[in-house]
């Protein structure tokens, strides 16, 4: 049975020609510190604070403002709002308790991390558990302590920690949460445990109300959670779930969420979200829905199963929209290492809720998970800023900076003017990139329409959340159907089949402009084609001649000429892609395939590698590999040793992803790219690989996302890795 789970993508793949190193010639940078403050302040304020670290790598100047409480302003004036994931951790061999911030993953392939904010003190951890709610850039920490009456606040703009009035009633054993602005902490009257007891904390006057309602039900430690609902409190106990209600200071029981266990949970839109994994249950997450009334299976996570078998814990919270996931592995006795998955939730036709595994990682070891909060960084008020100054910048620096900078940069940036936007869309700016070796390794996706018989170009882009996705690029135009593309340095070279064999292009992935160029001379089907030291070999039969006859034409991208280079007689016809390895291009037909080496213009046939089905190729490091759909195998074929491996840590993966026969492989950045349609979806793992003691290979799963879903249908044609 087909499992839906971690998907993968494949694609064939073609060799690119990295450009010539390009001695320095570039003119003394332009010191940032003759710019203005106040655009400096302006321009940083609007990227992503995930790129922060980066930027702060340009200079002592630009490290100290982003550093500033004065950004930050500038952000929030500006509306420049993000969601950051703090964690309190309980460290099991110090017993502190500390603040840790999650680092998604980045644009150079980095895992989400968690790091310490090493400016934040230790916070109290005994006698009793605290509780924590987060309201706007704050988070407020209560009932803890000897007492059980320390209340603290922590800024997480400026990173510094500020005391608070003593709660009005020392309570132990509490939970907090916000409703309008007011944090509402139930707990235990340390002087009196039998007493539950509300106090309510105003974050606008930094006050605690007057009024301490006693609770009037019978009601174990609610240290297992609350979350906020239509501005009711919910939190529960070992036995049964709990409502108050701010307004009329009520307190209830609910009968529908009683039926589960929902520890720890979380609310997403207005639905509550737990994961279920008691040793006697089936391990799910699951969604109680509170207008309907019902609790729900959240589907589409089959694959997080294996990931989670063996917890015995789980705690979740809402992150920026999405869901985070947190569990436990190993042997808690050597120290549990503490996993997170962040998970895309999806509401469907009839109520269905699917989520996607957005990523799944290890974070920690040797900790225990407190508390986990979602704290938005900048206000959403109005803009207050002044008209921009961004055109007072000198044109020569403007471009200076931004071509150092990541071209994943440039969506942002070109929002901050008009100005902006025609830079990062020049070619000046790429051709100071080239100049300053700013060069970087950028995936183009071709995807044909089924229904309009024309492919167009995307290419792949880590989104704000970590995820991926493909991008659509608007100003290219429809390529014929049947093409066939290659990348020589920072162009695609595009060459027609069938009744489009006049087609032929490059397409400038700087410019994103398009130039025509010469015909092939002879016209050529069922072709296949790759490139070797700057020359494009395209090899097919002829198609108004002798279709028994494998041609080979060359063209040149620096003459932009066409020739004739050798002729071969065979029956084979169908083509499955082709890769080059030792200045040889080797071309996978439907039964067999070849080896053609230009130097000498000759044909060869390899025995071993012509023992498996090697469809849909490329090379890492002189490797070839291809994915074996009905063995679930990634298998590589080293050409010095002559011999076929199977690359190993990838079958837990294999195991729990949805792979058909149609799985493309692609080289990128050093790692392997595999594609992979699912229904109307478009999945890519990126897999990273390693050469170990006695010739074994093994591979690791980087990620695996959905990467374009739509209700036409695409069919998968090329992936080509693209300096830029």
Same mark, same amino acid.
């Given at each position: 049975?087909?499992?839906?789970?971690?998907? &993968?993508?494949?694609?064939?793949?073609?060799?690119?020609?990295?450009?010539?190193?390009?001695?320095?010639?570039?003119?003394?940078?332009?010191?940032?510190?003759?710019?203005?403050?106040?655009?400096?302040?302006?321009?940083?304020?609007?990227?992503?604070?995930?790129?922060?670290?980066?930027?702060?790598?340009?200079?002592?100047?630009?490290?100290?403002?982003?550093?500033?409480?004065?950004?930050?302003?500038?952000?929030?004036?500006?509306?420049?709002?993000?969601?950051?994931?703090?964690?309190?951790?309980?460290?099991?061999?110090?017993?502190?308790?500390?603040?840790?911030?999650?680092?998604?993953?980045?644009?150079?392939?980095?895992?989400?991390?968690?790091?310490?904010?090493?400016?934040?003190?230790?916070?109290?951890?005994?006698?009793?558990?605290?509780?924590?709610?987060?309201?706007?850039?704050?988070?407020?920490?209560?009932?803890?302590?000897?007492?059980?009456?320390?209340?603290?606040?922590?800024?997480?703009?400026?990173?510094?920690?500020?005391?608070?009035?003593?709660?009005?009633?020392?309570?132990?054993?509490?939970?907090?949460?916000?409703?309008?602005?007011?944090?509402?902490?139930?707990?235990?009257?340390?002087?009196?445990?039998?007493?539950?007891?509300?106090?309510?904390?105003?974050?606008?006057?930094?006050?605690? /109300?007057?009024?301490?309602?006693?609770?009037?039900?019978?009601?174990?430690?609610?240290?297992?959670? $609350?979350?906020?609902?239509?501005?009711?409190?919910?939190?529960?106990?070992?036995?049964?779930?709990?409502?108050?209600?701010?307004?009329?200071?009520?307190?209830?029981?609910?009968?529908?969420?009683?039926?589960?266990?929902?520890?720890?949970?979380?609310?997403?839109?207005?639905?509550?979200?737990?994961?279920?994994?008691? /040793?006697?249950?089936?391990? /799910?997450?699951?969604?109680?829905?509170?207008?309907?009334?019902?609790?729900?299976?959240?589907?589409?996570?089959?694959?997080?199963?294996?990931?989670?078998?063996?917890?015995?814990?789980?705690?979740?919270?809402?992150?920026?929209?999405?869901?985070?996931?947190?569990?436990?592995?190993?042997?808690?006795?050597?120290?549990?290492?503490?996993?997170?998955?962040?998970? $895309?939730?999806?509401?469907?036709?009839?109520?269905?809720?699917?989520?996607?595994?957005?990523?799944?990682?290890?974070?920690?070891t040797g900790f225990q998970l407190t508390e986990s909060l979602d704290v938005v960084m900048g206000n959403k008020r109005k803009s207050s800023e002044p008209p921009s100054l961004t055109a007072s910048l000198p044109h020569d620096l403007v471009v200076d900076i931004l071509a150092r900078l990541s071209r994943s940069d440039y969506p942002a940036l070109s929002l901050v003017s008009k100005h902006f936007r025609s830079i990062v869309s020049s070619r000046e700016l790429y051709a100071t990139r080239s100049l300053l070796g700013c060069m970087e390794?950028?995936?183009?996706?071709?995807?044909?329409?089924?229904?309009?018989?024309?492919?167009?170009?995307?290419?792949?882009?880590?989104?704000?959340?970590?995820?991926?996705?493909?991008?659509?690029?608007?100003?290219?135009?429809?390529?014929?159907?049947?093409?066939?593309?290659?990348?020589?340095?920072?162009?695609?070279?595009?060459?027609?089949?069938?009744?489009?064999?006049?087609?032929?292009?490059?397409?400038?992935?700087?410019?994103?402009?398009?130039?025509?160029?010469?015909?092939?001379?002879?016209?050529?089907?069922?072709?296949?084609?790759?490139?070797?030291?700057?020359?494009?070999?395209?090899?097919?039969?002829?198609?108004?001649?002798?279709?028994?006859?494998?041609?080979?034409?060359?063209?040149?991208?620096?003459?932009?000429?066409?020739?004739?280079?050798?002729?071969?007689?065979?029956?084979?016809?169908?083509?499955?892609?082709?890769?080059?390895?030792?200045?040889?291009?080797?071309?996978?037909?439907?039964?067999?395939?070849?080896?053609?080496?230009?130097?000498?213009?000759?044909?060869?046939?390899?025995?071993? &590698?012509?023992?498996?089905?090697?469809?849909?190729?490329?090379?890492?490091?002189?490797?070839?590999?291809?994915?074996?759909?009905?063995?679930?195998? &990634?298998?590589?074929?080293?050409?010095?040793?002559?011999?076929?491996?199977?690359?190993?840590?990838?079958?837990?993966?294999?195991?729990?992803?949805?792979?058909?026969?149609?799985?493309?492989?692609?080289?990128?950045?050093?790692?392997?790219?595999?594609?992979?349609?699912?229904? /109307?979806?478009?999945?890519?793992?990126?897999?990273?690989?390693?050469?170990?003691?006695?010739?074994?290979?093994?591979?690791?799963?980087?990620?695996?996302?959905?990467?374009?879903?739509?209700?036409?249908?695409?069919?998968?044609?090329?992936?080509?890795?693209?300096?830029?």
């Open positions: 049975m087909l499992r839906r789970g971690f998907l &993968l993508r494949s694609k064939t793949s073609s060799k690119t020609v990295a450009p010539k190193e390009v001695p320095p010639s570039e003119p003394p940078f332009l010191t940032t510190t003759s710019l203005p403050h106040d655009i400096v302040v302006n321009i940083l304020a609007r990227v992503s604070r995930s790129h922060y670290p980066k930027l702060s790598l340009v200079s002592k100047y630009f490290r100290s403002i982003v550093r500033s409480r004065e950004i930050y302003a500038r952000r929030s004036s500006l509306g420049c709002t993000e969601h950051c994931l703090y964690l309190i951790l309980y460290n099991l061999r110090t017993k502190e308790n500390r603040c840790y911030i999650l680092l998604r993953s980045t644009t150079n392939g980095s895992h989400p991390r968690l790091v310490l904010v090493p400016s934040l003190p230790v916070l109290p951890s005994r006698p009793y558990p605290s509780s924590f709610a987060a309201v706007g850039s704050k988070i407020y920490m209560f009932g803890d302590g000897n007492d059980g009456s320390t209340a603290l606040s922590i800024d997480f703009e400026s990173h510094t920690v500020r005391s608070l009035p003593s709660m009005p009633a020392p309570l132990v054993y509490t939970v907090a949460n916000v409703i309008d602005g007011r944090i509402y902490a139930i707990g235990r009257d340390d002087r009196d445990l039998d007493k539950m007891m509300v106090v309510v904390f105003n974050t606008e006057t930094q006050t605690w /109300e007057p009024e301490k309602t006693t609770a009037d039900v019978e009601a174990g430690d609610m240290y297992h959670g $609350s979350v906020v609902m239509a501005g009711k409190m919910y939190t529960k106990d070992f036995d049964s779930s709990y409502v108050y209600e701010p307004k009329g200071r009520k307190w209830g029981t609910d009968e529908g969420m009683n039926s589960k266990e929902w520890r720890y949970g979380c609310v997403v839109d207005d639905v509550l979200y737990y994961y279920e994994c008691e /040793e006697d249950c089936e391990k /799910e997450l699951r969604g109680f829905d509170r207008k309907e009334r019902c609790w729900r299976v959240v589907k589409g996570l089959e694959g997080l199963l294996h990931e989670t078998r063996s917890s015995l814990w789980s705690q979740t919270g809402s992150y920026g929209g999405n869901l985070a996931l947190f569990f436990p592995k190993g042997d808690e006795r050597r120290g549990e290492e503490i996993w997170c998955a962040e998970i $895309s939730l999806e509401r469907r036709q009839g109520g269905e809720i699917w989520g996607k595994v957005e990523w799944c990682n290890r974070l920690v390794h950028c995936l183009y996706v071709f995807l044909a329409d089924v229904e309009s018989k024309c492919n167009r170009c995307y290419i792949l882009r880590q989104k704000t959340n970590g995820s991926h996705g493909l991008v659509l690029v608007p100003s290219l135009p429809s390529l014929p159907y049947g093409s066939r593309f290659v990348a020589v340095g920072s162009r695609i070279y595009v060459f027609g089949t069938g009744k489009d064999r006049n087609t032929t292009l490059s397409i400038d992935c700087g410019s994103y402009t398009v130039q025509p160029l010469p015909s092939m001379h002879v016209p050529l089907s069922y072709t296949v084609a790759d490139v070797i030291d700057g020359r494009i070999y395209v090899i097919g039969r002829h198609d108004q001649r002798d279709l028994d006859k494998m041609m080979v034409l060359v063209f040149n991208t620096e003459t932009q000429t066409w020739k004739t280079d050798s002729e071969m007689t065979t029956s084979e016809i169908y083509a499955h892609g082709s890769v080059v390895m030792a200045d040889k291009m080797y071309a996978k037909y439907s039964c067999k395939g070849f080896v053609y080496e230009p130097k000498e213009r000759k044909w060869e046939t390899d025995e071993v &590698l012509n023992s498996k089905e090697w469809r849909f190729a490329c090379v890492v490091d002189d490797v070839l590999y291809y994915y074996e759909f009905y063995r679930d195998k &990634l298998r590589a074929y080293d050409r010095k040793q002559r011999c076929w491996l199977v690359v190993k840590g990838l079958e837990a993966f294999f195991q729990t992803s949805l792979m058909w026969s149609y799985v493309h492989s692609v080289s990128y950045d050093g790692k392997l790219a595999l594609f992979f349609p699912y229904g /109307e979806e478009i999945w890519c793992a990126e897999i990273s690989l390693e050469r170990c003691q006695g010739g074994e290979i093994w591979g690791k799963v980087e990620w695996c996302d959905c990467l374009l879903t739509s209700e036409r249908r695409f069919r998968y044609t090329k992936s080509l890795e693209v300096f830029v």
